[in-house]
């Protein structure tokens, strides 16, 4: 007789699919005017509120669960900060949307490469887990460190070049704005790779 699956870890998985989509979304789409800045904003929208069900799923899922596979913090942690990511992006399409910021410069181009990227290592590390390959998940969260370590230095050569570029103050403004951002959204991606790191070494 086979195992039943696991209900929290088949959520918590739903939740990092939900997570990885969203990013491989935010990294490869492509903005040349107002109106893809409008579809953009709305395909990012949708995963971040099937985010937010599927957490709410899995605190509901939390409350009549005794027995589960990681302790019950660390699997309220993981999704919470997944969606977290998913948040952190929807802000700065929102933003991108506001400012009418259809101009996506080599500096932002590289930050969302990177964003999809952590967000592909992420996936990876949570199907590990779920899987209880907890020794295999470490090369995944060295690689998100790897990409976030990129991303500070290209948001410092981009604030630098900013100020060479344009003269007129609120287009600083709205870049310094979005650059910040990226680099929030990829901070977010770091915090669940050290969470994974953590539980790893509570489960090995």
């Known amino acids: 007789m086979r195992n039943k ?13 939900n997570m990885y989509e969203c990013g491989a979304t935010f990294s490869k789409y492509e903005i040349h005017s107002g109106s893809d800045l409008k579809i953009f904003s709305e395909k990012i929208k949708e995963y971040e509120k099937k985010g937010d069900s599927i957490v709410h799923e899995i605190i509901v899922e939390l409350n009549h669960a005794f027995i589960t596979q990681i302790e019950h913090e660390d699997i309220l942690l993981l999704a919470e900060k997944m969606d977290d ?13 506001m400012y009418g910021l259809t101009e996506v410069d080599e500096y932002m181009q590289e930050f969302r490469k990177y964003i999809g990227c952590s967000t592909e290592e992420l996936l990876s590390s949570i199907k590990l887990l779920t899987s209880k390959q907890f020794t295999k998940i470490k090369e995944h969260t060295v690689n998100v460190k790897s990409y976030e370590e990129i991303c500070d230095m290209t948001e410092r050569k981009a604030i630098r070049k900013l100020f060479k570029k344009y003269s007129d103050p609120i287009k600083i403004i709205q870049h310094k704005d979005i650059y910040e951002m990226l680099e929030t959204s990829m901070d977010a991606c770091q915090e669940v790779a050290k969470a994974l790191d953590t539980i790893v070494m509570k489960n090995i």
């Open 5 to 17: 699956p696991d209900k929290l870890m088949t959520l918590l998985l739903e939740t990092a699919q």
């Open 85 to 97: 990511i998913v948040d952190e992006m929807e802000e700065v399409v929102v933003y991108y949307y």
